[in-house]
C-alpha cells in the first residue's frame, strides 16, 4: 500500500491495490483517505516558485535510489539499438519512460532534463564535445547549462530547439498531433532544418496550429508541475482532460452522453493518487458516476 500511494509501486502491485480497493466500498474510502493525508502533506509544503525548487531536490534524493537502477537498464537497452535507429548519427544513449511515471537525469554537461510519461531521449554521440544534441519524442523540461560555445539542440518530430542555456518545456508526442515549446527563462530559437522560424521570450509559448507556428503569452505554469506529479488543468474540457488521463493510464473512457464531454473543470491531481481516487474528484459534484473495468482497462461514465 505505501508504494501505492508515494507513486513507486509495479503494475502488478498497482492491479492487486486496485482489486482490493473495489472489493469494497469501506476498502476505498480507507484508500482514499490514507491518499488525502499524503496530499495534505504535500501541499502544505507549498507550490511557489522557491518552494518548488527546494521540494524537487527533495524529492531527487529520496528517489535517486530506484530511478538509478531503471535508468541504468534503459540506458543499456538505448545503446544496443541505437544505431538501428538513427543510422549515421547514432545517440550514445537512449532512456525511455514507461506509461504512468516520470524521471529526471543529469547529462554531461549538467543540464537537467525532467522526462514526462511515455517520453524517449536520445543523447547524440560526442554530445558536449563539439555540440549538444538530443532527440526527444514525448514531453521534457529543460534546465540546460550556460555555454556560448556550444549550442544545446533538441530535435523533434516538428521543429528543433535551439538554446545557449535556458529553461523551457517541450512537447512532442510522435503518435500525437500536438507540438509546443514554453519559454520560461533565457531566450530560444525555434527552427526548422534550413532557417530559424521564430525566437521566443521568457514567458511565451509557440505551437503548432495546423501548419503554422503560433506564439502566445504563457501564464499557466501550474501546468508545468508534471515534474512534480502534478497533473494540473485549468477551465479545460473534459474532452482534453481524459485525453491526458487515457495517455498517462492507459485506459480508454466511454461516455453515456457526449455532452458530458463538453463540461470543463479547473483541478490539480497527484498523479500517484491513481485513476480511481482521480475520478473520484473529478466527478465530485457533477452528478455523474463511472466503473472502471480493471481487466479492458476501460472506464465508463454515466450520468
Known sequence: MNKYISGNATDSQIEEVMRWAHEDPANMKELEVLRRLNDEVIWNAGIDAQESRSQNRKTIVRRIASWSVAASILL????????????????????????????ELALGDGTHVWLNSGSRLDVYEGFNSRTREVKLDGEAYF?????????????????NVKVMGTEFNVCSYTNAPEWSV??????????????????????????????????????????????????????????????????????????????????????????????????????????LSYEFDIDERVIMIRR
Open 143 to 159: 534546465s540546460v547549462t550556460k555555454s556560448t560555445e556550444k549550442p544545446f539542440v533538441v530535435h523533434t518530430k516538428s521543429y
Open 182 to 287: 514554453v519559454l520560461v527563462n533565457g531566450q530560444v530559437e525555434v527552427c526548422d532544418d534550413n532557417d530559424v522560424n521564430l525566437v521566443l521570450t521568457p514567458n511565451t509559448k509557440a505551437e503548432l496550429v495546423g501548419d503554422k507556428l503560433v506564439t502566445s503569452e504563457f501564464s499557466d505554469h501550474d501546468a508545468l508541475l508534471w515534474r512534480r506529479g502534478i497533473m494540473s488543468f485549468e477551465d479545460a474540457s473534459f474532452h482534453e482532460i481524459f485525453a491526458k488521463l487515457e495517455a498517462y493510464f492507459q485506459v480508454d473512457f466511454q461516455v453515456e452522453d457526449s455532452e458530458i464531454l463538453d463540461r470543463r473543470s479547473t483541478c490539480k491531481f497527484m498523479i500517484s493518487d491513481g485513476i480511481d481516487c482521480i475520478m473520484g474528484i473529478l466527478l465530485m459534484g457533477e452528478n
Open 76 to 103: 543499456l537497452v538505448g545503446f544496443s539499438v541505437s544505431f538501428l535507429l538513427f543510422g549515421h548519427k547514432a545517440p550514445s544513449m537512449s532512456v525511455f519512460v514507461p506509461m504512468g511515471q516520470r524521471t
